[in-house]
């Protein structure tokens, strides 16, 4: 009867022993999916603007096209005063500060309290558009080191007090872009404007070709 006993007492323990295996497996497997699935909805993925052709995009890579994109939309932006700057161009500051580094964002700042010292905010309304004809092409997106760029955008100024234009130029913005993937919800391009590369410099306009002048 011992002899028995311990047999069925072997059985029972291997089928508990069994058990626990397959739940612990069982776990392992639960746990891989939802990591897995994890990792998945971590996956960003820059679709080009230009669909025209067929595209094979690796995930987490940028393409110059969206970080032009994204430095042109960024950039304009700020500069865009609707109402007043000495109020807008703050306002904006905050407003795009997880597009900024905080290098970038505490160099506007530094440009706003110099400008609204000097009086040429108050009162003042712009507006920054793309030069026409001066829009993106690959020449104008450098890559600098990984996940580092130089952007060269061409943008058209107008500054208004009182209903009457006070100011209109043409300027190239050398701008440093860098990756900047830290809130998805609150940065979903995973980029930022990190400051100017030199001193933005005025386009004169001739019959030939157009060229950049430092701004005095």
Known sequence: MSRAKNELNNEVFKKKMWRGISIFFGFLIVFGMLVHQSRLQDINVHIPPDLGSTVVQKANYIPRPNVYLFT???????????????????????????????????????????KNKKGELAGRTRGVQEIFGHEYDESRVHLLAKNVWRVDLDLKVREWFNNMVVKEIDLAYPIRVVRYDINRQLNPWGMALDGFISVPQRIKQNNASDVAVKVN
């Open 72 to 114: 042109s939309n960024i950039l304009q932006a700020l500069n865009n005063w609707t109402k007043n700057g000495e109020q807008d161009f703050k306002r904006n500051i905050e407003a795009y500060k997880y597009y900024l580094t905080p290098s970038f964002k505490e160099q506007l700042l530094n440009l706003y309290q110099k």
